[in-house]
């Protein structure tokens, strides 16, 4: 069993791979608090514990992460909880994809492994939206070269930024209304919001189709707002909650024995 942690900015998930499935769901926990290496490895049993998991069925750890100041307390947290050394998404570990960009180095393990997903389970000529603390969206061809990217605020960012800046206006929940009709404060800012962003991903998506010159890529979407944009549109074709974990496990595979 494969244990696969993502750690970005705004929460670490981990996540346990029985060959190309999750195993009793995922984990999630935030970034932002400090721990030390024994509370992420009291986090990390507690998650064994849940899925009735024991540490020996663990037989290999796979990090992405864009947050590196956490790395030294969590890959602590590894060796002394799990046995193991972690394998980090990062230089010199095979992928399968090509960074084609101006400056690779600047393309985080969170992008690699979506792309890595994609392109491996569903085909190239893809574009792949990642609905997170930022909303990127990467296209990726049927080479497997990563030859572009598009960076929003996420969808919480930008309602925080609504209610934090605005004195009167405040805080909601990120949900869509009825109508675009909003007849007080708190469904106007939730349409506002909603469906400002769902016109936002779409005009994203058919300009880079358009200056492309393609109009038969796929749009696969992944991250945990992504479903709330996913169900109201029709210009994403597939929602998969699971893609980071997915294209760890693939990046595995392709390092076995390489440690």
């Given at each position: 069993?494969?244990?696969?942690?993502?750690?970005?900015?705004?929460?670490?998930?981990?996540?346990?791979?029985?060959?190309?499935?999750?195993?009793?769901?995922?984990?999630?926990?935030?970034?932002?608090?400090?721990?030390?290496?024994?509370?992420?490895?009291?986090?990390?049993?507690?998650?064994?514990?849940?899925?009735?998991?024991?540490?020996?069925?663990?037989?290999?750890?796979?990090?992405?992460?864009?947050?590196?100041?956490?790395?030294?307390?969590?890959?602590?947290?590894?060796?002394?909880?799990?046995?193991?050394?972690?394998?980090?998404?990062?230089?010199?570990?095979?992928?399968?994809?090509?960074?084609?960009?101006?400056?690779?180095?600047?393309?985080?393990?969170?992008?690699?492994?979506?792309?890595?997903?994609?392109?491996?389970?569903?085909?190239?000529?893809?574009?792949?939206?990642?609905?997170?603390?930022?909303?990127?969206?990467?296209?990726?061809?049927?080479?497997?070269?990563?030859?572009?990217?598009?960076?929003?605020?996420?969808?919480?960012?930008?309602?925080?930024?609504?209610?934090?800046?605005?004195?009167?206006?405040?805080?909601?929940?990120?949900?869509?209304?009825?109508?675009?009709?909003?007849?007080?404060?708190?469904?106007?800012?939730?349409?506002?919001?909603?469906?400002?962003?769902?016109?936002?991903?779409?005009?994203?998506?058919?300009?880079?189709?358009?200056?492309?010159?393609?109009?038969?890529?796929?749009?696969?979407?992944?991250?945990?707002?992504?479903?709330?944009?996913?169900?109201?549109?029709?210009?994403?074709?597939?929602?998969?909650?699971?893609l980071a974990f997915k294209g760890m496990k693939i990046?595995?595979?392709?390092?076995?024995?390489?440690?």
């Amino acid at each position: 069993m494969l244990l696969t942690v993502d750690i970005g900015n705004t929460n670490i998930t981990m996540g346990l791979m029985n060959d190309e499935n999750i195993v009793a769901g995922t984990f999630r926990i935030t970034t932002k608090a400090q721990r030390t290496s024994d509370e992420y490895g009291s986090l990390i049993m507690e998650f064994c514990r849940m899925s009735n998991v024991t540490v020996d069925e663990i037989k290999d750890v796979i990090i992405s992460s864009v947050v590196p100041k956490v790395m030294y307390s969590f890959n602590n947290s590894i060796r002394k909880y799990i046995k193991k050394e972690p394998i980090i998404v990062g230089p010199g570990i095979r992928t399968g994809i090509s960074i084609m960009t101006d400056f690779p180095k600047e393309v985080g393990a969170d992008k690699i492994v979506d792309a890595a997903a994609v392109f491996n389970i569903y085909g190239g000529n893809a574009i792949v939206i990642d609905f997170g603390t930022a909303t990127t969206f990467d296209y990726i061809n049927e080479k497997g070269e990563f030859l572009y990217n598009v960076i929003m605020p996420g969808l919480e960012i930008s309602a925080q930024a609504l209610w934090q800046q605005a004195a009167k206006l405040p805080e909601i929940e990120i949900s869509k209304p009825e109508s675009i009709l909003g007849k007080n404060t708190d469904t106007s800012m939730r349409a506002g919001v909603v469906y400002g962003y769902i016109g936002s991903t779409e005009y994203i998506i058919r300009k880079m189709k358009a200056e492309i010159g393609r109009d038969d890529i796929k749009v696969y979407a992944t991250g945990g707002l992504g479903r709330v944009i996913y169900n109201e549109t029709d210009m994403i074709d597939h929602y998969d909650p699971d893609l980071a974990f997915k294209g760890m496990k693939i990046i595995y595979d392709k390092n076995k024995g390489r440690k």
